[in-house]
């Protein structure tokens, strides 16, 4: 079994693709369950992940399975009118070099950004949560998170770079000289959210409301804090503000155009930014036409900034070096591993054939030369064990070392 992955990113489609097509807790389980089913004994285990930038299956199963796997993933998420060319399908070396250069930053539309590697581990702890994830899939991707962290400290990868918060602050002040007097409402209450908040605080921007499902207390130092108000009040709130930043978790667009333009004839069209950093989208992609609105996606404000981007591409090129030596010595390593458990399975198996008595007089005889050539010689069939071939490549000294062991521990 090898790993695999497929994927649609910023650099294969845009954000109104990209929302189609959306890992989360609730479907994961739904694909555990008719995963096993599709492919028994042919995949191990998956998790995926889904940000502002991508979203990307991963799993281990048998070689050349992804176009099958794919197949099934965008049928149970009722997807199967994407189109196949937006995504990207790796295995082997090529996916674990990419895992790294995602969770590490590289991949990232804004290079070098650190919110990912986070956002990957939380991914994985949430799949190994709700027991999807686990053997050669989950120590992969640990050592994917231990490469990560060398790429990123290693090197100047991260430098000055922007958080998706930090892109959306230096939005507003591109276009506000005095952000400080704006009404600022931000729609959601999650990590996001909060990051786009504790930003805009430590910015000197106090004039902050926030709307979200349910009733939150945001702290954002120990004299501040912020209390959302339910979605029933969005409409309300929208009056009165000039900036909207929304990131909530939501299939459908909790921002459409008529709540906008009724926002504007309040406002005496009094001009409003948004700022949608949603993946599904938070804002009708619509409002656009709006003559007083200015709709901004996670698309176009990472297009903004590419402050440092000469030094941090320099960077890359060497995190890149770390990760493709790292990753491929990971491999190995597994793949070692691998045949050394094959090749004690297999041993193992050869010698549980043996009598109680054929064991004490190897025992008492310390001659294992008969049984060595018979391990050389015979011909064993089991495809499970490789037909025994990874042990008959051996040395002889080594196999019968190992039969030693074996011997002294019946």
Do not use: W
């Not at 640990?142 to 090197?155: D, G, P, W």
């Not at 400080?180 to 931000?186: A, E, F, G, T, W």
């Not at 404000?301 to 320099?314: A, F, L």
């Not at 008959?392 to 019968?400: A, G, R, V």
């Amino acid at each position: 079994m090898e790993l695999q992955l497929f994927g649609i990113n910023h650099k294969t489609s845009d954000v109104s693709e990209r929302e189609k097509f959306i890992i989360n807790e609730s479907n994961q389980i739904l694909l555990d369950n008719h995963l096993k089913n599709a492919f028994p004994n042919k995949l191990e285990s998956f998790f995926g992940i889904s940000t502002c930038n991508r979203t990307e299956f991963y799993f281990v199963g048998d070689q050349n399975l992804s176009p099958k796997v794919f197949e099934e993933v965008m049928t149970v998420l009722t997807n199967e009118e994407m189109d196949k060319d937006s995504f990207y399908f790796l295995n082997g070396h090529d996916a674990i070099v990419h895992m790294c250069k995602v969770a590490s930053g590289i991949d990232s539309q804004v290079l070098g950004e650190q919110e990912i590697l986070g956002q990957f581990k939380k991914a994985l702890k949430k799949a190994k949560e709700i027991n999807i994830v686990n053997g050669k899939l989950l120590k992969l991707s640990n050592k994917v998170l231990e490469i990560s962290k060398k790429a990123r400290t290693k090197t100047n990868i991260g430098l000055n770079s922007l958080s998706v918060s930090g892109l959306a602050y230096k939005l507003v002040k591109n276009i506000f000289e005095e952000p400080k007097h704006q009404n600022i409402l931000i729609v959601g209450a999650g990590s996001l959210a909060h990051s786009v908040m504790d930003n805009l605080f430590k910015n000197g921007i106090k004039r902050i409301k926030s709307v979200n499902r349910s009733v939150k207390t945001i702290k954002l130092d120990d004299d501040y804090e912020i209390i959302s108000s339910s979605l029933d009040s969005l409409h309300d709130e929208l009056e009165l503000a000039d900036i909207v930043i929304a990131s909530s978790a939501t299939d459908l667009p909790l921002i459409g155009k008529g709540a906008v333009e009724n926002a504007l004839k309040i406002r005496r069209n009094k001009p409003i930014l948004l700022i949608d950093l949603g993946v599904p989208r938070n804002i009708e992609d619509e409002i656009r036409n709006i003559e007083q609105a200015y709709l901004f996606s996670i698309d176009d404000i990472e297009k903004i900034t590419q402050d440092n981007y000469g030094q941090r591409s320099i960077e890359a090129e060497k995190a890149m070096n770390i990760i493709v030596i790292e990753a491929q010595a990971a491999l190995d390593e597994f793949s070692l591993k691998d045949t050394k458990d094959k090749i004690n399975l297999q041993l193992a198996e050869f010698l549980k054939s043996l009598s109680a008595d054929e064991i004490k007089q190897f025992k008492d005889s310390k001659d294992f030369s008969e049984l060595i050539r018979s391990i050389k010689t015979l011909n064993i069939e089991s495809l499970e064990l490789n037909n025994f071939e990874d042990i008959k490549k051996l040395d002889d000294h080594i196999i019968k070392s190992m039969i030693k062991r074996f011997i002294e521990n019946a």
